[in-house]
């Protein structure tokens, strides 16, 4: 009985031994890859001279944390990113970390060519982690209960403003509280009429006001709406609303006579021509532009001083927001590493705050806010307490952008623009634009 025993201890150690082996050699998957071995994941990205930096940095702190992940950067043009991204999708050679909304589709575009992962479980599990970014921002990319991107910027749309030309013009600077009703569109065009600058040479006009918003988000501004309420749950157009509130005529009708009875406002052939020599705002060609928060970065190179108000107020106007996410592509080989990469590319101690520091974009996270009221007073020479008003106020009525959440919308903002221009142009009326706008918008195959 001893020998049978001894025999038995023997076999036994010989057996965890062997099943301990091959434990450590199978091993689960990780972050870290099956067995440790590296994998790599691709990040696709805008090109971006002023974010290069920025990208590799964040990939040498990523990959020094996760030596068994390496990270390839890819960068493509904005606008040959949706062409190529089709192409990368239909073959099944996506890039594992990207943002919908970075090309000129947006996230309903992709996620109903199934083209995004569902990161519920993910968020869930690491739910501490992104406890900084809002739940309203955070419900822009929930869809039927599932999560499919992580918030990176939350951004609204603002009135920019030159304050040397304003000072030249002896006018005081707009008001950033959203509920002064006194800063209002007539106000602006008053202040646009005193800003406006005709010698008689084209190369040298100063333009009082420009609004760079698509014709949709033009009556936003006013409290217009083209499309039905349920085209942003379902990202399907469906019929337009175009027809149906008189308040996308209103909006068109002033912007329109901006142009062409007050003139003080470009063509849209002469916003072209003093394009040719940068940014407008940029080069002194405008005195007011109404744009997206990206303003905030985009001037501050600017060799004047410059200054932030709210859209001019009207009863029921909405301000534009831009929140871009973080997306996984749905085919990602290794969707585990690269949800690794999100996590840190959200973190607020990292690459989040770094982000914030190296463009002045504004944060997703809250717990940053602070740090970016204190930059951009800073840069336009602003209160804090005033940049946190302009600023805050935007999201209260603020609604996401109509191309990231309506799909194919690429297509539909060509079939707008094309009559608009001529609208702008004086060459057709306002109602007979918006009509011809209804019709054409209802006969396009976006099946």
Not at 50 to 56: G, L
Not at 153 to 170: P, V, W
Not at 221 to 229: A, R, T, V
Not at 365 to 394: F, H, R
Request: glycine share 8%.
């Amino acid at each position: 009985m001893k020998k049978v025993s001894s025999i038995y201890k023997v076999f036994m150690m010989i057996f965890i031994l062997v099943i301990s082996a091959a434990l450590t050699g199978c091993g689960g998957d990780s972050a870290g890859g099956k067995g440790g071995k590296k994998v790599e994941i691709t990040w696709l990205v805008r090109t971006d001279a002023n974010m290069i930096k920025w990208e590799e940095q964040t990939i040498a702190d990523f990959e020094a944390k996760n030596p068994n992940i390496k990270v390839k950067l890819e960068t493509i043009p904005q606008d040959e990113i949706d062409q190529r991204l089709t192409t990368m999708i239909s073959s099944g050679n996506v890039p594992d970390v990207w943002s919908s909304n970075w090309a000129n589709s947006g996230f309903a575009t992709y996620r109903g060519m199934d083209a995004l992962l569902d990161l519920t479980s993910y968020v869930q599990n690491d739910a501490q982690q992104l406890k900084g970014i809002p739940d309203h921002l955070m419900d822009i990319y929930k869809i039927d209960g599932k999560i499919y991107g992580i918030p990176m910027l939350g951004i609204g749309s603002y009135l920019f403003y030159n304050k040397d030309l304003f000072d030249e013009a002896g006018l005081e600077y707009p008001p950033t509280d959203w509920n002064d009703t006194s800063w209002n569109w007539d106000k602006a065009l008053e202040y646009a009429q005193k800003l406006t600058k005709d010698n008689g040479k084209a190369a040298d006009k100063i333009y009082g006001l420009l609004d760079n918003n698509s014709p949709a988000r033009k009556a936003w501004s006013f409290g217009g709406e083209f499309f039905k309420p349920e085209a942003y749950t379902t990202g399907v157009m469906g019929e337009p609303a175009i027809l149906d509130n008189p308040k996308n005529a209103e909006a068109l009708q002033f912007f329109t006579d901006l142009i062409n009875k007050y003139k003080v406002s470009p063509t849209p052939s002469a916003l072209d021509a003093v394009s040719q020599l940068g940014d407008p705002f940029m080069t002194g060609k405008v005195a007011m532009v109404v744009n997206g928060g990206w303003g905030f970065w985009a001037y501050k190179p600017a060799e004047f001083n410059w200054g932030v108000a709210p859209i001019p107020y009207i009863e029921g106007r909405i301000p534009t927001l831009y929140v871009d996410p973080w997306n996984i592509s749905a085919k990602s080989k290794h969707p585990d590493e690269a949800w690794e990469f999100v996590k840190f590319l959200a973190d607020p101690n990292g690459a989040a705050k770094s982000f914030m520091e190296a463009t002045s974009a504004t944060p997703a996270d809250a717990t940053l806010m602070e740090d970016w009221y204190q930059q951009m007073a800073e840069i336009t020479g602003m209160s804090v307490e005033d940049i946190k008003q302009v600023n805050d106020g935007a999201f209260v009525d603020g609604k996401e952008a109509d191309n990231h959440l309506i799909t194919k919308f690429s297509i539909i903002g060509t079939t707008i623009d094309q009559t608009m221009t001529a609208v702008y142009e004086g060459k057709k009326t306002v109602d007979e634009g918006l009509k011809e706008i209804d019709k054409n918008l209802r006969s396009l195959d976006l099946d």
